[in-house]
T-cell receptor, first 115, second 112 residues
Framework: KAGVTQTPRYLIKTRGQQVTLSCSPI?????VSWYQQTPGQGLQFLFE???????NKGNFPGRFSGRQFSNSRSEMNVSTLELGDSALYLC??????????????FGPGTRLTVL | EDQVTQSPEALRLQEGESSSLNCSYT??????LFWYRQDPGKGPEFLFT???AGEEKEKERLKATLTKKESFLHITAPKPEDSATYLC?????????????FGTGTRLQVTL
């Protein structure tokens, strides 16, 4: 079974631009979560989507948004990029058949550099 | 607010020298505690899920245990390929929402 895939793997943008990152979950997984990883803050939860609905959101500004499509694929968007948005953005998928089956499996991440 | 603290921040072991990593947590209604391994430049790799105090799980040289306040990842006779950052995360609350709260990790280096 193929794992979680994320595209692109690397991105370089300049301040003020916007960016869209894509995530394809493991086949059959219905939940997609996004995390930001930086050396100073570690892994921080951005948001979770399930059945095309955002059902959980972390403490990030409104510049960070996302969506999920009917095939469970997800995108996240960051508008008006700031230098501090430079990070590894990780997508994780989980089955969510029952509460006890919430193991999350991560993709390789997208490394975003903002200049 | 859910909190996860991992110690030590970094650990250097010689091959074959067993040790333990600690993860202490404060959550309201623990649903699961997760251990991940992360290699540089890669996404976290799932290792274990623990659901209730007293539970233990093993995989090769790794064994994870859980109490009501902390979890330990025991590494027995480590090899250089075990070098990585080990992350602990908790999932709390009711329902099936999947948010994970992570600790900052323990960087493990195993030398010959």
């Amino acid at each position: 079974k193929a794992g979680v895939t994320q595209t692109p793997r690397y991105l370089i943008k300049t301040r003020g631009q916007q960016v869209t990152l894509s995530c394809s979950p493991i086949s059959g997984h219905r939940s997609v979560s996004w995390y930001q990883q930086t050396p100073g803050q570690g892994l921080q939860f951005l948001f979770e989507y399930f059945s095309e609905t955002q059902r959980n959101k972390g403490n990030f500004p409104g510049r960070f948004s996302g969506r999920q499509f009917s095939n469970s694929r997800s995108e996240m968007n960051v508008s008006t990029l700031e230098l501090g948005d430079s990070a590894l953005y990780l997508c994780a998928s989980s089955l969510v058949a029952r509460a006890s089956y919430n193991e999350q499996f991560f993709g390789p991440g997208t490394r975003l550099t903002v200049l | 607010e859910d909190q996860v603290t991992q110690s030590p921040e970094a650990l250097r072991l010689q091959e074959g020298e067993s040790s333990s990593l600690n993860c202490s947590y404060t959550v309201s209604g623990l649903r699961g505690l997760f251990w991940y391994r992360q290699d540089p430049g890669k996404g976290p790799e799932f290792l274990f899920t623990l659901y209730s105090a007293g539970e233990e799980k093993e995989k090769e040289r790794l064994k994870a245990t859980l109490t009501k306040k902390e979890s330990f990842l025991h590494i027995t006779a480590p090899k250089p390929e075990d070098s990585a950052t080990y992350l602990c995360a908790v999932q709390a609350g009711t329902g099936t929402a999947s948010k994970l709260t992570f600790g900052t990790g323990t960087r493990l280096q195993v030398t010959l």
